[in-house]
């Protein structure tokens, strides 16, 4: 059996399953589905953008803009997910740890009935530590993009 047919896309993860995994809450919490997951390789984490959410009150008042930050959240979060799916049974017991972040680039501002879609890609591996690209994009157009490295522990 060849890898390219070893790795199988996951089903969609749904936000009852990524709550079980992650550790945040809203108003953090920053990924509402994952779909197309590869285990080892690549997730894609789905953002509904909503008026309601508490940063709009503040960035900005009349012009509510997605910060970037939480943008680059959202790209950590669905590596996060990967990374637990990619462990299985021993990611369970395990935390995902956001290191650094490189090469970010925000290309337009993401706003209130956006969708982001957030593809991560796993780069490379190294004893607990994990990199990944990520590219997010709204209706197919990419509004932002980073490298990131993540640590994983107990």
């Known amino acids: 059996m060849t890898e390219a047919t070893e790795k199988t896309t996951v089903d969609t993860i749904e936000i009852v399953d990524i709550l079980n995994m992650l550790p945040h809450r809203y108003p953090l919490l920053l990924v509402d589905r994952v779909k197309d997951l590869v ?7 789905i953002k509904n953008v909503t008026v309601n959410e508490p940063q709009f009150q503040g960035h900005f008042p009349g012009r509510p803009i997605m910060p970037g930050v939480m943008i680059v959240e959202a790209m950590a979060q669905t590596a996060a997910v990967l ?6 049974a021993v990611g369970a017991n395990k935390h995902v740890l956001f290191m650094s972040i490189d090469n970010a680039r925000f290309r337009r501002p993401v706003t209130p009935g956006d969708t982001l879609e957030i593809k991560v890609t796993k780069k490379q591996q190294r004893g607990p530590v ?14 932002a993009e980073a490298e990131f490295a993540a640590m994983i522990t107990d």
Not at 39 to 45: C, E, L, N, R, V
Not at 130 to 143: D, L, P, Q
């Open 39 to 45: 285990p080892d390789t690549s997730a894609t984490g």
């Open 83 to 88: 990374v637990i799916k990619t462990l299985d």
């Open 130 to 143: 994990w990199k990944f690209t990520g590219i997010v994009e709204v209706e197919g157009s990419k509004v």
